[in-house]
T-cell receptor
Framework: AQTVTQSQPEMSVQEAETVTLSCTYD???????LFWYKQPPSRQMILVIR??????QNATENRFSVNFQKAAKSFSLKISDSQLGDAAMYFC???????????????FGTGTRLTVIP | EAQVTQNPRYLITVTGKKLTVTCSQN?????MSWYRQDPGLGLRQIYY???????DKGDVPEGYKVSRKEKRNFPLILESPSPNQTSLYFC???????????FGSGTRLTVV
């Protein structure tokens, strides 16, 4: 079974500094997607960044980047130049890529609450 | 605007009183899914649907029903709600061949 582990329940960062959120996952598949979602107090789930496992290049979206280590099954999120609006719960998630029955579940970690200190 | 719309946003009900949470998407997505979010557990899938009239159980289906009579709508039905179904519920959709999900704004359900 696929599992996603976020070992940091809470993290804090000074405004304008950089923070890295950790995520590890367990799978026997070779082809899959990995995601980071942000959930602010409004509780909306917002897609931050996505990585396809077959791509060696780490995904980047403006101030957000990932460090994808496929062999180690690690998928960390780096937030550069942290802003007050980055304060939220962050969820790491995994999904198998093949379009097979039962393959469409998005497995979530338990989340990391990020506080940004002014 | 492309979106997933859930209603209601908040609901307080009593044990055993049937309720329906509606979900509608305007992106012509084939795949729709329901999740519940509980503290310390992340989001867990309840049911999913790969297209009209095609639904299947997720990880925590007990006590829930769904239907997919139209492509855009995917209601979640609690026939006899119990307090352990108090949770935050999310509907999500995506294209069948795509990777990213679009989530609704969530429904906070309290069963007393």
């Amino acid at each position: 079974a696929q599992t996603v582990t976020q070992s940091q329940p809470e993290m804090s960062v000074q405004e304008a500094e950089t923070v890295t959120l950790s995520c590890t996952y367990d799978t026997s598949e070779s082809d899959y997607y990995l995601f980071w979602y942000k959930q602010p107090p409004s509780r909306q789930m917002i897609l931050v960044i996505r990585q396809e496992a077959y791509k060696q290049q780490n995904a980047t979206e403006n101030r957000f980047s990932v460090n994808f280590q496929k062999a180690a099954k690690s998928f960390s999120l780096k937030i550069s130049d942290s802003q007050l609006g980055d304060a939220a719960m962050y969820f790491c998630a995994y999904r198998r890529r093949p379009l097979q029955t039962g393959a469409n579940n998005l497995f979530f970690g338990t989340g990391t609450r990020l506080t940004v200190i002014p | 605007e492309a979106q997933v719309t859930q209603n209601p946003r908040y609901l307080i009900t009593v044990t055993g009183k049937k309720l329906t949470v509606t979900c509608s998407q305007n992106m012509n997505h084939e795949y729709m899914s329901w999740y519940r979010q509980d503290p310390g557990l992340g989001l867990r899938q309840i049911y999913y649907s790969m297209n009209v009239e095609v639904t299947d159980k997720g990880d925590v289906p007990e006590g829930y029903k769904v239907s997919r009579k139209e492509k855009r709508n995917f209601p979640l039905i609690l026939e006899s709600p119990s307090p352990n179904q108090t949770s935050l519920y999310f509907c999500a959709s995506r294209p069948l061949t795509g990777g990213g999900y679009t989530f609704g704004s969530g429904t906070r359900l309290t069963v007393v």
